[in-house]
């Protein structure tokens, strides 16, 4: 019962209906969905904002960075290893009120970010796998690649996660970092 149901749904969304229309003469259709706009990089963030649990909104700048701790994660991207320089998203998170070291416990341990690229990507985190406190992988916003600055593709920052051994999770040309508190 359970897969006739199952392949019943699938069958009705490759049916004709749900396919996309056709054009209509003197109509275009969206960037969006056409192929090639799908297929090209994300442009550069206007800016990268952090947005506390309680709504408190900080602009990330090379001026706010210039003032914390830097530090290093190696992440594999393309089959090999790179160093990426930058910020623990622990030292940013702080600053937005958002729960860090020993206030990790209890209700904070549910707290989560969602984390989005300027293509449209989001990744998900718990608030305490990025903390130091909690454990021992840096979860940093890098600015920095082997010592040069991103690529303009990454570029302005990228959340890397040291350690990781792809870059699934690694979100770049971040445009919003929020924190979520799960009822």
Known sequence: ????????????????????????????????????????????????????????????????????????ATMINHSAPHTYEGVRLTELLRLVDAPTGARIHADADRDYLVVTGGDGFRAVFSL?????????????LADKMDGAPLTPHDAPYRIVVDGDQKPARSVYAITKIEVKVLP
């Open 1 to 72: 019962m359970i897969k006739t149901l199952a392949f019943a749904a699938l069958a009705l969304l490759a049916s004709p209906a749900f396919a996309d229309p056709p054009a209509m003469p003197g109509m275009s259709m969206p960037a969006a969905s056409t192929p090639a706009a799908a297929a090209t990089a994300p442009s550069t963030p206007k800016q990268t904002v952090i947005v506390g649990p309680t709504g408190k909104t900080l602009v990330i700048t090379p001026a706010v960075l210039a003032d914390l701790d830097r530090a290093e």
């Open 128 to 140: 305490a796998e990025t903390d130091g406190s909690v454990q021992r992988h840096a979860v940093i």
